[in-house]
T-cell receptor, first 112, second 114 residues
Framework: GEDVEQSLFLSVREGDSSVINCTYTDSSSTYLYWYKQEPGAGLQLLTYIFSNMDMKQDQRLTVLLNKKDKHLSLRIADTQTGDSAIYFCAEFYTGTASKLTFGTGTRLQVTL | EAQVTQNPRYLITVTGKKLTVTCSQNMNHEYMSWYRQDPGLGLRQIYYSMNVEVTDKGDVPEGYKVSRKEKRNFPLILESPSPNQTSLYFC?????????????FGPGTRLTVL
């Protein structure tokens, strides 16, 4: 079955880079996503990567995918206080039934 | 404005008292889903619906019911709530569940069962 794991907490200083990591178990995943949840709100799609890509860059965000190790990371450059949130990775799995599975979420705390 | 709405946003109830959390989307999406969010467990899917009158169990369906009589609405029903159903609930929708499709989330419903 599919399983997505993340570390629960990350603290960085404003201006530094943040790297949030995620591991997944299902090699048939086609899309991998990063969602952001701000306090008191629902999740919003931040970025995604197709499984045949190694890297995707979008302004301050860089997504790296190591398909061999089933490892996904999100790098946020020049982290700001507004980046403080919970970040969820998710994999879209196409097995016997298509399914989107979320990780446990990583709480990013940005300190001054 | 394209959105997913949930009501109520906050609810405190007692064990055994039936309740319904409503979910509505205005984007003509086929796929709708309910999740619960618990500390350290992330989001777990309760039920989902691929289209009108088509619903299926997710990972944690016990104690919940859903219906999809209309495309835009997907209510979550707790027939006899118990304290272990105290959680933060999210409804989500997407165009369908094929290939890349962004899921749009509602603002959440915080439920406390005493």
């Amino acid at each position: 079955g599919e399983d997505v794991e993340q570390s629960l907490f990350l603290s960085v200083r404003e201006g530094d880079s943040s790297v949030i990591n995620c591991t997944y178990t299902d090699s048939s995943s086609t899309y991998l996503y990063w969602y952001k949840q701000e306090p008191g709100a629902g999740l919003q799609l931040l970025t995604y990567i197709f499984s045949n890509m190694d890297m995707k860059q979008d302004q301050r965000l860089t997504v790296l995918l190591n398909k061999k190790d089933k490892h996904l990371s999100l790098r946020i450059a020049d982290t700001q206080t507004g980046d403080s949130a919970i970040y969820f990775c998710a994999e879209f799995y196409t097995g016997t039934a298509s399914k989107l599975t979320f990780g446990t979420g990583t709480r990013l705390q940005v300190t001054l | 404005e394209a959105q997913v709405t949930q009501n109520p946003r906050y609810l405190i109830t007692v064990t055994g008292k039936k309740l319904t959390v409503t979910c509505s989307q205005n984007m003509n999406h086929e796929y709708m889903s309910w999740y619960r969010q618990d500390p350290g467990l992330g989001l777990r899917q309760i039920y989902y619906s691929m289209n009108v009158e088509v619903t299926d169990k997710g990972d944690v369906p016990e104690g919940y019911k859903v219906s999809r009589k209309e495309k835009r609405n997907f209510p979550l029903i707790l027939e006899s709530p118990s304290p272990n159903q105290t959680s933060l609930y999210f409804c989500a929708s997407s165009l369908d569940l094929g290939s890349y499709n962004e899921q749009f989330f509602g603002p959440g419903t915080r439920l406390t069962v005493l």
